[in-house]
């Protein structure tokens, strides 16, 4: 009996260290299975990139490689525009300064000859100031076209500081009375700041201020658009051909702003006029090729009216301090007429 209970407890301890024993062993295959699953999972073929994707992605990378490569190279050409751009800017900078030191200069030299404007005859007085306000008058437009235009205009102010010239092939093409592309823009532009500047010394409907704006009652003549050639050729085509042009210069300005046929002189009529000269005028040598590209010309010129004598300067000064509109004169009397 005992002998039994004894056998009976040996089997137990045996059952209860083997069932132990058992849940470990099944515990380390599940995990040596986890692992070896992992670790198939992880070196599976699924993760290999089959070549033709790899050779897709690889073909995508040097195009992108490329694409930067060519942005870098773009980069660098913006980089230099900008640069440039930059470097014009400050040269452009440097001209409206030395543009508007020349044109403070013009207006310093009107203010102090009419301050003399008791001291001295009246009307040497007055021709004076209409000569420098003319000049001031095409220092502002030659200022503003430039700027606007930069290097696609040839423009000066002629040495007298009656006319702007428009020199060598500029606005046409050699034998040709039509505009060139792109040059239209220029002469309606032209219209345009002639139109600004002539309006306090016409007579026109602007409603402008003379009181403020010409208290010394300066007075345009006429503003006549000249058309000019060289030597070379047959006088009386050149003659026809710098009419031709200077009318084109002319029809298109008025297209523009047809208002400027409104503005008057004080004779009533318009001051917009136009000429062609052919050969006759030139401004230097027909010899040289370099001459003669500054004899082929469209001048633009202000002529500034000249009172009789000083009791028409002191009539005209009158009627603006009044703040009337500039009266013009019959020719055949010289009464003045509304």
Avoid: W
């Avoid at 004894?6 to 089997?11: F, V, Y």
């Avoid at 500029?170 to 009375?177: P, R």
């Amino acid at each position: 009996m005992r002998n039994l209970r004894r056998s009976n407890r040996d089997e137990e301890e045996e059952e209860s260290v083997f069932v132990p024993m058992t849940d470990m062993t099944v515990s380390f295959l599940f995990i040596v299975m986890i692992l070896l699953a992992f670790f198939a999972v992880r070196f599976s073929d699924t993760d290999n990139v089959p070549r033709a994707a790899y050779e897709s992605l690889q073909q995508q990378f040097n195009t992108l490689l490329t694409e930067h490569q060519e942005l870098k190279l773009e980069l660098e050409k913006l980089k230099q525009q900008l640069a440039e751009l930059l470097e014009q800017n400050e040269q452009l900078k440097e001209d409206v300064k030395e543009k508007d030191q020349t044109i403070a200069r013009l207006n310093a030299r009107i203010e102090a000859l009419l301050k003399r404007l008791n001291a001295q005859n009246p009307l040497e007085l007055y021709i004076t100031a209409a000569q420098a306000r003319r000049a001031a008058i095409l220092q502002e437009i030659e200022k503003a076209l430039k700027i606007e235009f930069k290097d696609d205009i040839q423009v000066e102010i002629s040495p007298e500081n009656d006319a702007l010239r428009f020199t060598g092939e500029g606005l046409f093409d050699t034998g040709e009375a039509i505009l060139k592309p792109g040059k239209r823009a220029l002469v309606e532009r032209l219209a345009d700041l002639l139109t600004k500047a002539i309006s306090c010394y016409t007579v026109n409907d602007a409603q402008v201020d003379y009181k403020v704006c010409n208290p010394y009652g300066i007075v345009i003549e006429a503003v006549q658009v000249e058309g000019h050639t060289d030597s070379q050729g047959n006088d009386q085509n050149n003659l026809m051909l710098s009419t031709a042009r200077a009318n084109t210069a002319f029809l298109t300005m008025m297209q523009s702003q047809p208002d400027l046929l409104s503005y008057l002189n004080i004779r009533g009529q318009p001051v917009m006029a136009v000429a062609g000269y052919g050969r006759m005028r030139p401004i230097a040598s027909n010899a040289t090729a370099s001459g003669r590209a500054e004899n082929r010309r469209i001048d633009l010129r202000l002529i500034m009216y000249t009172p009789r004598d000083s009791d028409q300067v002191e009539r005209i000064q009158q009627q603006i301090r009044d703040g009337l509109r500039l009266e013009t004169e019959t020719p055949q009397t010289g009464r003045p007429m509304r």
